[in-house]
């Protein structure tokens, strides 16, 4: 049972003791996100991993944050992936064939090289830092797209940027750049479903991709709240929708909408757009302070393979590195995780 597991988790934590870290994600569930050594958006747990001195970096999270943990860990620490299942369905929507044509294609119209910085979101596989890395581009989080994009504007005029098209759009137009200037290249079409004229003239190529969790959230979800709670204030993370980031007070990385709310003042309402276990949980942490935080979208929408990650795999996976088993561990390949790296450093510098 519950009570059970949790304490297989603390006994096998306390055996192991300095030997393993855990790291745990806003959106983990609870039963393992309490278990969590350090929590944090995907750029504080970037740093984290880079900055551990133990044997085992559990990653509590999803694949392409473990495997940012191996590249950024030393080669004898090993990141550990509760479940190799936890994917992430955005990260899946640009892979290392259609970036590869991409770039091909567009190097037919201009000179991709000198004119076009590649930037990728950070929910992407290890391969597509790579690519960032060998062709002078960067990655980003949520919490610094726009110090990227401002970077990556100040080595070449054009980003290419994937494969979250809201993130690039938002932080595109808070850069001051018309939405015209922001097409999106569709990778199941010859030359992204743009003509020469629209790449030509593009400053971002934002990439056909979304987070299937931050899509449901809707600008009528957002017009209902308001009418119930006029005093009421609406935040949202960067993967929802344009319109819905518009429509929001305030806007930002899964750490930066906790923050917020628990610096606002008692009494406050606030109506969230991101995955609902962070939400219950800060509803839960706020609620003595007489604050109301509600979840933006009528439907339940979770992370799934956030969720992966449960108690039993957490115990089971802490267990075998005791009895000398390294289960369920994320190994980039040394020449990706180079270049990979070399991405990864640029961003880390910058932000
Ligand atoms: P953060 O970097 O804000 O933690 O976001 C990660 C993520 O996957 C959001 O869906
Ligand atoms: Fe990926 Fe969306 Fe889940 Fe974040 S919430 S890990 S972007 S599927």
């Known amino acids: ?93 640009a892979d290392m064939p259609q970036v590869q044509r991409a770039w091909e294609e567009l190097a037919t119209v201009i000179d991709v090289e000198q004119e076009v910085t590649p930037v990728t979101y950070v929910n992407s596989s290890a391969a597509l830092k790579a690519f960032c890395g060998v062709h002078g581009g960067t990655v980003c989080t949520s919490s610094n797209a726009r110090k990227v994009l401002d970077w990556a504007f100040g080595q070449r005029p054009k980003a290419l940027f994937f494969p979250d098209q809201h993130l690039g759009r938002w932080t595109g137009y808070q850069l001051g750049i018309p939405l015209r200037d922001m097409p999106v290249w569709d990778p199941s079409l010859p030359l992204g479903g743009l003509t020469p004229e629209e790449i030509r003239r593009a400053r971002i190529l934002l990439w056909k991709g979304h987070c299937s969790v931050h899509q449901m959230f809707q600008p009528a979800h957002i017009e209902r709240w308001r009418r119930e709670h006029p005093q009421g204030q609406v935040i949202a993370h960067p993967e929802a929708s344009f319109e819905v980031c518009q429509m929001s007070d305030a806007v930002g990385s899964t750490d930066f909408i906790l923050r917020t709310v628990k610096a606002s003042p ?53 267990e075998s590195l005791l009895a000398g088993q390294v289960v369920n561990r994320i190994q980039v390949d040394p020449e990706t995780a180079a270049q990979a790296r070399l991405a990864l450093e640029r961003m880390l510098a910058v932000s």
Request: hydrophobic share 45%; proline share 3%; charged share 25%.
């Open 1 to 93: 049972d519950a009570a059970e597991l949790d304490a297989r988790i603390r006994r096998a934590k306390a055996a192991l003791g300095k030997r393993a870290v855990i790291l745990g994600h806003h959106y983990q569930r609870e039963e393992v996100y309490r278990h969590a050594d350090f929590h944090g958006d995907s750029l504080q747990l970037s740093r984290a991993a880079a900055e551990q001195e133990a044997e085992f970096i559990v990653f509590c999270g999803v694949h392409f944050m473990a495997e940012v943990a191996d590249i950024l860990s030393r080669p004898e620490q090993a990141s550990i992936l509760p479940d190799l299942n936890a994917g992430c369905s955005m990260a899946d929507m």
């Open 266 to 318: 008692p009494g406050s309402a606030w109506l969230v757009g991101t995955e609902i276990n962070l939400v219950t949980r800060l509803a839960s942490e706020v609620r003595a302070e007489d604050k109301t935080v509600e979840f933006m979208s009528p439907m339940v929408c979770m992370c799934s393979t956030m969720f992966r990650i449960d108690p039993e795999q957490l115990a089971c996976s802490l």
